[in-house]
């Protein structure tokens, strides 16, 4: 598989890549030639050496990505990807999220969040052999998924050979390739500079998706070390990260047409799924979805005054709801629009005839999608259920207890025998979560949550309920709101588990101490699990027989695709990769083009005075006024804010390094426009677009009306 699968990219015509393609660091020699005709001035071979510029200045930033910018370790990212820890260090009387920070001095930076770390990848191996090994003499599919977990944990184990390190194996292909992946892990991580929420989150979830934009859509952290270099726990004596590499700063940006690329860490996306998941994913998982995440937010919004405290413990995640609830909507109507279930239904008979018009493959893949097909329907058959409770993660206290006392059954294994995320390299993670929750926890907020999706579970038929909810929390027979309100009143009065050394002290009790608890949460832990296990063990089952088909179905399209000459990339699974393209306009509909830049002016004329538009009398006077220093953009009469790339980009992207030609940052990628959201499911060259904040608003920021002096000093801005 692996010697073919790199062949296929090699020999691919390069008048076949478009902009679409997430890139993994090994394939991007094979693509030199295109990418020097689009503007690449860097060594596209040194592009896939990790230890090399610019590879080692990107970082990953827990669930999103940034770059070092200074060699004292100085890190840029979103404003949104800081938005948690901008959000832990608020409070009504020094609300930073809503006022901005910044740390004139290193004393002043803020102490790092419990858990907060950052991770540069060093290496990427190719480890399917070893991962696979073992797995032909499965009898079934828990077998199979259990025979590539143990292998996979023995690899991770023999990697991390100290706490410097953070390795993780990654599934391409859906299981037809694996690699082995290490990362340095940097474990003090402090807040630099957040500018206000006028700045950084300008638009707010009415611009969220949209174009124009004009949101500075940025925040700096520091990375700190131990005085030998290496990465250690918070101290005061630590000091900053040295990076082998750092990006400079464009002061001169870029133009309409300019060359740009980005390198991050994209999450998902889904564009080797068949016909039935697209249909499935579309008219039922999005719109239930949606209005899950809106009923929460609705609920924490009417649960938690603005501005009080409990509002800004959940500030975070209304704004993770929200994001997704549009991004939701808005692949409901590019459903509608675009077609992409007759496009992938067309695509799905075209490989099949491809499949059946040779013998050899017709035996070996002629099954598959009917076979994936009915494995997919089986995924699906609670679907209602399985959105609701999935949706119960939202409540903390049912999800805290549940965690401890998973915890304290797993340690009575060998480590290599845990679950994953139960082993002795997640205790860290685990104990910092449980010290995160003062600051995102409210007893009422918590309360309602659970009523809510309570109240919607109690509502599913009788045959889709569980025996050990109904029994926890009386849900058998009519449903009764008061009664549910009731008990749940009791169970918020009576635990411990919103103090932090209770929760704090479970990490270290025995399962015979959670069961001898009369904690209702631990309680309720306990008396779910032997269920919960019972239908984690079926879940593995069915994902080992997923993984066992999905392999020979992605096998048939890469073949395929290579047989047509198109573009062969893995689907992005939170791993580095790198992308390419252009700064271009792009018509969302009929008699409409969007420039690529939006301006300081535009910025103005959106200004109300009001959130989520609400510029500083500050900012609109320097606009007014025309102060734009060295960052104006003579093409555009003014300083850039945000603009336009056709590169393909998905969540994880936030916070990831723009860089021209030379390897220098640009801008920072924030977001997509909502025309080009479906793109995690079928790329469109003429709708799929980026949003990037520009440099030069991020430097005029900074200079005229944050005094960011000191961080500007430190970095080297080019002009």
């Not at 610019?54 to 938005?83: E, K, Q, R, W």
């Not at 949706?391 to 999800?399: A, D, K």
């Not at 008990?487 to 025995?510: F, I, N, P």
């Amino acid at each position: 598989m692996r010697a073919w699968l790199t062949a296929a990219v090699v020999a691919l015509p390069l008048t076949a890549l478009a902009d679409e393609g997430m890139w993994q660091p090994y394939q991007i020699p094979s693509l030199e030639d295109k990418l020097t005709k689009m503007g690449l001035e860097i060594d596209a071979k040194s592009m896939a050496d990790l230890g090399a510029f610019p590879m080692n200045a990107i970082i990953n930033f827990g669930g999103c990505t940034a770059s070092f910018v200074s060699p004292d370790g100085l890190v840029v990212t979103n404003h949104h990807c800081g938005y948690g820890a901008i959000q832990y260090h608020s409070t009504p009387e020094d609300n930073i999220l809503e006022n901005g920070f910044l740390a004139k001095t290193r004393s002043e930076e803020k102490e790092p969040v419990p858990g907060y770390k950052i991770w540069a990848t060093e290496s990427m191996v190719d480890v399917t052999d070893k991962v696979l090994s073992g797995t032909k003499s499965a009898k079934n599919g828990e077998e199979y998924y259990n025979t590539i977990e143990n292998n996979t944990k023995a690899l991770v184990a023999e990697c991390e050979v100290s706490d410097d390190y953070r390795c993780d194996v990654y599934n391409f292909h859906r299981g037809a390739q694996y690699f082995l992946i290490k990362e340095l892990e940097i474990r003090d991580v402090r807040l630099v500079y957040t500018p206000s929420m006028s700045v950084g989150k300008y638009g707010g979830d009415i611009d969220n998706w949209m174009w124009p934009r004009h949101t500075g859509d940025y925040s700096f952290f520091r990375a700190y070390v131990g005085k030998d270099g290496r990465p250690a726990d918070y101290s005061e004596e630590n000091v900053p990260f040295q990076p082998e590499r750092f990006l400079k700063v464009s002061a001169k940006g870029v133009e309409n047409g300019d060359f740009v690329m980005v390198a991050g860490y994209p999450g998902r996306t889904n564009r080797y799924r068949t016909a039935e998941e697209v249909q499935t994913y579309f008219e039922a998982i999005y719109p239930k979805s949606k209005v899950a995440r809106e009923e929460i937010i609705d609920l924490i919004k009417a649960t938690s005054a603005e501005g009080s405290d409990a509002r800004i413990k959940y500030e975070s995640t209304l704004a993770s709801l929200a994001n997704y609830a549009k991004n939701f909507q808005s692949m409901i109507e590019g459903y509608a629009k675009t077609g992409i279930l007759a496009k992938k239904m067309g695509e799905e008979k075209a490989l099949l005839d491809w499949i059946n018009s040779d013998s050899k493959r017709a035996k070996q893949y002629g099954d598959v999608i009917n076979q994936l097909n009915a494995l997919i329907e089986e995924d699906h058959a609670h679907l209602d259920r399985d959105i609701i409770l999935g949706y119960l993660r939202y409540n903390q206290m049912t999800s805290i207890a549940a965690r401890l006392y998973r915890l304290s059954q797993e340690k009575q294994k060998p480590d290599l025998e845990r679950e994953p995320g139960y082993q002795e390299r997640d205790w860290d993670g685990i104990k910092a979560a449980m010290q995160r929750v003062d600051r995102r926890y409210d007893v009422e907020v918590d309360k309602a949550i659970l009523a809510l999706q309570l109240g919607k579970y109690a509502q599913l038929p009788a045959s889709e309920h569980l025996e050990d909810l109904d029994r926890v929390f009386g849900l058998t027979g009519k449903f009764d709101a008061d009664a549910l309100k009731s008990k749940l009143d009791s169970m918020y009065a009576t635990t411990d588990l919103g103090k932090a050394d209770t929760r704090l002290a479970w990490l270290d009790k025995t399962p015979e101490e959670f069961q001898a608890s009369n904690d209702p949460f631990i309680r309720y832990a306990v008396a779910t699990y032997d269920a919960k296990m019972k239908r984690e063990k079926e879940a593995k089952d069915l994902s080992g027989r997923l993984l066992q088909v999905r392999p020979d179905y992605m096998n048939a399209i890469i073949a395929y695709n290579e047989s047509l000459g198109l573009p062969v990339y893995a689907d992005a699974n939170s791993s580095l990769r790198l992308t390419f393209g252009t700064v271009v306009p792009y018509s969302p509909q009929d008699g409409l083009v969007a420039v690529p830049f939006t301006t300081l002016e535009g910025l103005a004329a959106k200004a109300t005075g009001e959130a989520p538009f609400h510029a500083s009398e500050k900012q609109l006077q320097l606009i007014k006024d025309k102060v734009y220093g060295p960052y104006k953009q003579e093409s555009l009469g003014s300083v850039p804010v945000n603009f336009l790339t056709n590169l393909d980009s998905t969540g994880g992207n936030s916070g990831s390094p723009t860089m021209n030609g030379r390897g220098e940052l640009v801008g920072l990628l924030f977001d997509g426009v909502y025309e080009s959201i479906t793109a995690d499911w079928s790329y469109n060259n003429d709708l799929s677009r980026s949003i990037h904040v520009d440099s030069r608003y991020m430097l005029w920021v900074m200079k005229y009306l944050d005094g960011a002096d000191n961080l500007l000093e430190e970095m080297e801005v080019v002009e």
